[in-house]
């Protein structure tokens, strides 16, 4: 966290920025500067009330848990019909975790440390369960794109809903995986160091008033995110794929980058990636389950994003490859990054 | 084999089924159950032939014969001109072998041990050797599918013949690597073990027997393919690349699954990449010299075979990398496999 | 260099040549016959050059104009107006690198030596390097030609421009990489052995020499594409992807090979990949600059040129993961170049 805590000032000032009808681009900006850290205090609350319970709930809580910002976001955006916006951010919260947090990862503890080296099967577990899910996301929207008769919509709805159950599944199998039959794979990393700092009430309390305030930051955002692009001339499109993820995950970029800085590459990769995951297997599931409540959601995602992710998910099982890292291979991951972004921005 | 023994009692009840005109979907039904077990007899006297043969003829004759049952259903759907149905179970037997036969015997093994090893070098050249497979198999159909002109027709047609022929020059060629120059590599593999159960003679004539069984019940079951398809509603094309390689592949597939229950995987391994080897470099080039016979075929596959293959041996090619397997690895090849059976479905 | 030495003949011819107005079939094949030796040429005289300089400005030297033939014959080309001819040919230099060069080097070398070894850690940064400069190509080429939209067009030029600047930064962060920060990873092979043979003086007066020979045969070639292709029925597209990099690269080709024949694969493999992406981040690049004073070149590859550079970057990333080939890997290389060949020629 570190500095980033004192962000929470714009908690305070947003609130009054809405009450004062601000224009949206103000809006949109002090709301997400309150997100920032509220991301934070959500993930720290999240690791005290693991300690309290047990290595393997804290491990599915945290996992679980560990994505609470995007998934309210995301809620409400859903909620606002803005159904573009909801899977540019899932496709935008997977490349930028391989892609930028990766990326300034490598490059970070690169600097400082020739060749950094991290536990090639744990990565290799997780590179390989993102190939299978962003291909499992592949197969239904090529054969979309590629019939494109809208007589097949109703039919397409209900694959949507086979392949988020599918992937919710794996991603149930994967914690049974990492928590029960293969928990020794993970060595110490699962294991929770040190002890808990807060009580498990204040824990809980914590995490209550942050989820409360995300959400309430979270409706200020998705409602000014339309006049805003409207203003700006930008895309909705590329305020889903590149700057709510950012905001989004911003809190968990800093601290991968802070390990890769203390030499623990381990911890970086595993964030980046396992946060690609659970993207995939579980924050997307959820929200076509939740979109059901309001108008179903397809889980076919657009060419552009899936090259996006493709390419991505390429990058990353080249890169966990080896179990060794410098800061070219930084240096690349982030290229890649700016230049998807810069082709979604034009 | 085992209990698939049994169900060679379908052969006289297709016959009789036949003589008595039942409907296409029983006819279907009756000679599928009746090819099972046959290409499991055809394997075993194979077999027992390369115990008289020594071990180099025996592995080609076991490397050849293996996909008899495929090529046989295939001749038949080809002489009734249903190409769509034979290129789609090429793609599908491909499919098939990876995702739902290593699936399933890398999920069944993994259920009984931890972690199984295979021998990486061996499954390194096959998976490399499917990448170039598939990757000849794509260029040409990159190129027709883009360019599109009618008046291209002919000269694809001589596209299709030469790629046909390097195809099948690789295949010899691979034989040549896997029994001289580089046998060793193969170790205990490529050597028989044990001793012949059967006398030449009777192989032979059960050889004989079962490739005119097999022969008669492929007549049946494609001439079954049209009226059951149009009486069930399903495509032609769900029925080429799932239903018919599954019929095809059933034998070798329980065999693969046992291996991989004794953990012995690098058998079940080399069963399932081997076989998609022998049906893309092997199969696929025969039935395209067999149609000049009738109507050419071109060996151009459409957009959905040829995604379903990459993604396929891009897969396989992951896992081999890394010479180990678990339970989850197989979860994720089948539910692969059953999203693209899914979307082939709707 | 050897017998190729002998080919310094046909300047002289070629310059009589184009004198005597010969048919411009004739010319093309009689300047394509003289820069054969002069990239030759012009390689040794760096070399030589490299002895004075000392290894680090040396290493820069060579990596810098050992494509200088290349580069020549594309701004000709570039003058021309033909950019679909240098753009064909900078796709046509990686594939043939990758698949052609290091398909015959390891094919001979892998007659004389059962299993060849290399380096595996430097071909990995190499081959990596290569998937994010193909990636960098294919992304915003994907974009433009699924939007499609000619209002673009302006916006697409900076885009280009934007690339081709981030290509170029790559490159010079990777020379920095493999000559300053990581240079041990790199071993004796940036160590200059031996002795320089000439003098500097007679070093750079060859240089100068042979690019004023190259600049005047590219000319030549250059002038005689249209004119030829239009005789033999040939598309300026096959010439600028088969034969222009077959010519520019002819030299270096017969180094990697003769190097593989001494079982030295780490060269082999060192010149394949390193040129190939040399053409990427640095021939590109330039090129584009370049266009600027005549007139702007995008960097948009179209479909084919994506998909050959693609796959070859996939199969020299699988290839190198196990740092070992055999004659078979060489034979399926060139396969697949030949079936890119055939198809671009039909």
């Given at each position: 966290m570190g500095f980033l805590k004192y962000f929470l000032i714009f908690i305070p000032i947003s609130i009054v920025a809405d009450l004062m009808k601000v224009s949206p681009m103000w809006l949109f900006l002090l709301s997400s500067l309150a997100i920032i850290p509220l991301a934070g205090v959500m993930g720290e609350a999240t690791e005290e009330i693991s300690f309290y319970s047990g290595p393997r709930i804290g491990g599915f809580l945290n996992a679980t848990f560990g994505n609470a910002t995007e998934l309210i976001i995301s809620f409400f955006a859903l909620k606002a019909g803005l159904f573009d916006v909801v899977k540019a951010s899932i496709a935008g919260s997977v490349i930028g975790n391989i892609l930028l947090v990766l990326g300034a990862s490598m490059l970070v503890g690169g600097i400082r440390y020739k060749v950094q080296k991290f536990n090639k099967k744990v990565v290799e577990v997780s590179a390989s369960m993102l190939l299978f899910a962003v291909i499992g996301l592949t197969i239904p929207a090529i054969f979309t794109h590629t019939i494109?008769?809208?007589?097949l919509t109703a039919r397409y709805e209900w694959l949507s809903i086979g392949i988020a159950i599918a992937m919710f599944i794996i991603y149930l199998l994967g914690l049974y995986f990492s928590f029960y039959t293969h928990k020794d794979l993970y060595g110490s990393e699962h294991q929770e160091s040190g002890e808990a700092k807060w009580s498990l009430k204040k824990s809980i309390t914590v995490l209550i008033l942050a989820t409360i305030a995300v959400a309430l930051e979270s409706e200020f955002l998705v409602s000014s995110v339309e006049p805003m692009t409207h203003t700006l001339g930008l895309s909705e499109f590329f305020v889903g794929i590149i700057i709510i993820p950012i905001i989004g995950n911003a809190a968990e970029h800093s601290t991968a980058v802070l390990m890769a800085a203390k030499n623990k590459m381990d911890v970086a990769v595993e964030i980046a990636i396992g946060s690609s995951l659970q993207i995939i297997l579980f924050v997307a599931p959820i929200l076509i389950f939740i979109s059901l409540l309001f108008k179903p959601m397809s889980i076919i995602f657009n060419e552009f994003e899936l090259v996006a992710m493709i390419v991505s998910v390429l990058i990353v099982n080249r890169v966990a490859s080896d179990g060794e890292s410098n800061w070219l291979e930084g240096v690349q991951l982030i290229a890649v990054y700016i230049i998807i972004a810069i082709s979604f921005l034009i």
């Open positions: 494109k008769t809208e007589a």
